[in-house]
């Protein structure tokens, strides 16, 4: 036993009772006899801070009006505005509270003794059972105030207890370092097995490939006409599928749309935690910084996690050169073999205060009013209202014929297709940022899947799957497009490889799917996904048809009936239409004054998503977990700073 922890049993005695919001604890005064004393009310501590000095009345005052209004903790307020440092906030509480203030990160805590009631509990609320001194266990906690809610449960799993001090991301620092290993198991394997792909390659799908393989093989030896038949009927038949909903999210985008609602007065506006996954970011760290600061909401009752990987140096070392505001901190995902965005999300999860969780990318530039938006439509929508998807956009579209093209598909997206497939009834692929969500419900479906590299698309099913709604909001976001051609081709391999990842995981059982989902879901998931997937596939097979308007003589004409052949020429003419009408209206609801001949150069873009479905389909077999990174910020000069 320490010397440390032979002072602290000395000093204290365990806690024989809690009455209300009094935390009753034992001290030893100097006169050496020990007596009972009932804490003093939370108000009190700011008295007593105002009394030693370390606040004005004014800031007092403030503060005691801010938690009032917002219902938050004091000792928050007081962080997130800086009005007091963080040592003086904890030692003033300790004498407050007539506790001692300790260092978990000291000496080791014992592991054995978080595991009784679970290191992902300590995070969330802000405590440590530390030591065990004889018969009683030394529990450290950020918030004496809140104690006595805790203190039956603690004393059923330890007997006697007794109450310390200390500030909160010293004991988030000793929890992780004490239950590292088990705080890395459970962000890889929150979800369910039957929902995850995390057992993907463990399913006999060595034998189901090679079973394809061959069979592909068998066909083309046997009939090559047949086999392209085949695919050219596959091919036309999602072409068709993937153009009727297309259309469909272009009249849906055509009704007319109700009127905003009038912006809620909410008597308590809630905590929301914002977390932003870095990884190898060091030019771009500093910038993303600055730009959530621009945020408009109550510092206190804003919690941003910047969330990064224990070997990612890089990273660690160029925030170490930002002061970062109190309401900004820093969250180390220890080392593991897997990293991805959704186990780090995972990670954080449990550190986060708020009721609302959101996620951005470390290249967003959000617009400063969208929490308040955020907020103010989860206070207007139902509990089944899980998720607000905001809008994508880019701040370098003119950077190239690349970024220009992207542009135009983000536009179409996000400001038709999405908006039009909710008004559909249908289940939403979620976008990777500007995402929100009710905690409850994220937790309830065990937050991300950190297997599947495109974890945002996956949650909006399981959502889906689950009986909840995600509605798109009308706030901007914007990111730095990808406008270099390699890198826009592994980022969009990774993007398809999640897509054929959630298909393949959903599909494993179509029946109970279709129960979940419906029939009309059902079908909406299909068309999203496999008809997407066979469309980039099977691109190749379409383009050849555009050699007849050429005068070229096409492979499978003498084998297709006139009239087919003309109804395919149709067909895709149809398309080309319903694609340029999507793209001009996304475009013309933007702010970018990119002229609309641009659009007619999709045709040349959409190959390199051909390139890169073919990198996906191979990543499958090779490397299915392997996220393939996007470097950000070389584009980004045009971006307010």
């Known amino acids: 036993m320490t010397a440390a922890i032979r002072n602290l049993a000395r000093d204290l005695t365990p806690l024989d009772r809690a009455q209300g919001n009094a935390v009753q604890v034992s001290a030893k005064p100097a006169g050496g006899r020990k007596i009972a004393v009932t804490a003093p009310s939370v108000r009190n501590l700011g008295v007593a801070l105002l009394r030693e000095g370390l606040l004005s009345p004014d800031d007092l005052v403030m503060a005691l009006s801010l938690q009032k209004r917002h219902r938050g903790r004091l000792c928050d307020i007081l962080l997130s505005r800086q009005l007091i440092g963080e040592k003086q906030l904890y030692e003033a509480q300790a004498r407050h509270w007539n506790v001692r203030l300790i260092d978990p990160m000291s000496q080791p805590a ?164 914002v977390m932003v996954a870095l990884f190898k970011e060091g030019d771009i760290a500093p910038r993303l910084i600055r730009r959530l600061d621009r945020l408009d909401y109550p510092r206190d009752l804003l919690d941003i996690l910047l969330v990064v990987e224990e070997q990612d140096h890089l990273t660690r070392d160029a925030l170490k050169t930002v002061d970062l505001p109190p309401w900004m901190r820093v969250v180390v995902v220890p080392d593991g073999p897997l990293k991805t965005k959704p186990r780090a999300l995972n990670f954080g999860l449990d550190l986060c205060r708020g009721s609302i969780i959101g996620v951005y990318d470390a290249e967003d530039a959000p617009e400063p009013a969208q929490i308040r938006k955020v907020v103010e439509r989860f206070y207007q929508r139902g509990a089944d209202v899980a998720c607000l998807q905001g809008v994508l956009d880019f701040y370098n579209p003119e950077t190239n014929w690349l ?122 998931f299909q068309v999203l996904f496999l008809c997407t997937l066979s469309q980039f596939l099977l691109a190749p097979v379409l383009w050849s048809f555009w050699l007849v308007p050429f005068g070229f003589a096409h492979p499978l004409a003498a084998a297709l009936p006139p009239l087919v052949m003309l109804g395919l020429v149709g067909l895709y003419l149809f398309t080309e239409v319903v694609n340029i009408t999507l793209n001009i209206m996304g475009l013309r609801q933007t702010k970018h004054k990119m002229s609309l001949l641009w659009v007619f150069s ?9 390139l890169a479905s073919y990198k996906a389909a191979w990543e499958m077999v090779t490397k299915p977990f392997y996220w393939d990174k996007t470097s950000h910020g070389h584009f980004d000069q045009t971006a307010p700073d």
Not at 482 to 492: E, G, S, T
Not at 494 to 504: F, P
């Open 602 to 610: 999709l045709h040349f873009y959409f190959p390199l998503g051909a």
């Open 403 to 524: 970024s220009r093209c992207f542009t135009m598909e983000y536009a179409a997206w996000f400001r038709i297709i999405l908006p039009g497939l909710q008004r559909m009834g249908l289940a939403i692929p979620l976008g990777g940022t500007t995402l929100f969500f009710r905690r409850a419900a994220l937790e309830e479906l065990g937050g991300w899947d950190s297997h599947n590299v495109t974890e945002d698309a996956d949650l909006g099913m399981r959502l889906a799957r689950h009986g909840y709604r995600a509605e798109l909001l009308e706030t901007v976001t914007e990111e730095e497009a990808n406008c270099r051609a390699l890198p826009w081709v592994r980022q969009r391999s990774r993007w398809l490889k999640g897509y054929m990842m959630t298909w393949a995981v959903h599909m494993r059982d179509p029946a109970l799917l279709w129960r979940q989902l419906g029939a009309w879901k059902f079908f909406g």
């Open 110 to 273: 014992d592991p054995r003794l978080i595991d009784q009631i679970g290191a992902s509990e300590c995070l969330r609320e802000g405590l440590i059972p530390w030591q065990r001194v004889g018969q009683i266990v030394v529990v450290a906690t950020a918030y004496p105030e809140e104690f006595s809610k805790h203190y039956k449960r603690l004393r059923e799993a330890f007997g006697p207890v007794v109450m310390a001090l200390a500030p909160a991301s010293r004991i988030e620092s000793a929890v992780m370092r004490a239950r590292a290993d088990v705080l890395n198991h459970a962000a890889e394997n929150r979800v369910t097995a039957a929902e995850s792909c995390r057992d993907w390659g463990r399913e006999g799908m060595a034998v189901k490939i090679a079973l394809f393989l061959g069979l592909f093989a068998l066909g083309l030896w046997v009939s090559p006409a047949f086999m392209a038949l085949a695919f050219t009927f596959w091919a036309s038949l999602t072409l068709a599928l993937s153009t009727a909903l297309r259309a469909g999210a272009v009249m849906a985008a055509l009704r007319h749309k109700d009127p905003a609602p009038p912006s809620p007065i909410i008597a308590r506006l809630p905590v929301v935690s």
